[in-house]
């Protein structure tokens, strides 16, 4: 499966901005999405992720109550809308798919997806 990530750009706290992940296959509905982040000298980290039904959705805490992930398998696409941002929410973002079915304690870790789209960045002024 081939990912690939938009919507990143630079924008001023408090303002919002949604990241988009396209997916290359037909069998998208089965998939469980990931969204992580990494930042410059820091390690990459989870943000959100939503399981393959699109009925259960993770979040970090650093973002909960400001960010949202969906996927809409119609189209392919997974989306993460992100309000409230932060200068400390400054980082490339990557979108993951899996498609196995994990529960939270998995869809939070890196190793868990085993397909990657390249980073979008996503720079918030303070």
């Known amino acids: 499966v081939q990912l690939q990530a938009s919507g990143g750009g630079l924008v001023q706290a408090g303002d919002s901005l949604t990241l988009s992940c396209a997916a290359s296959t037909e069998s998208f509905g089965s998939y469980s999405m990931g969204w992580f982040r990494q930042a410059p000298g820091q390690e990459r980290e989870f943000v959100a992720a939503?399981?393959?039904?699109?009925?259960?959705?993770y979040y970090a805490d650093s973002v909960k109550g400001r960010f949202t992930v969906s996927k809409d398998s119609a189209r392919n696409t997974a989306t993460l809308q992100m309000s409230g941002l932060k200068p400390e929410d400054t980082a490339a973002y990557y979108c993951a798919a899996t498609s196995g079915s994990y529960s939270s304690f998995y869809l939070t870790r890196e190793l868990t997806y085993e397909n990657w789209g390249q980073g979008t960045q996503v720079t918030v002024s303070s």
């Open positions: 939503v399981t393959w039904s699109g009925f259960n959705t």
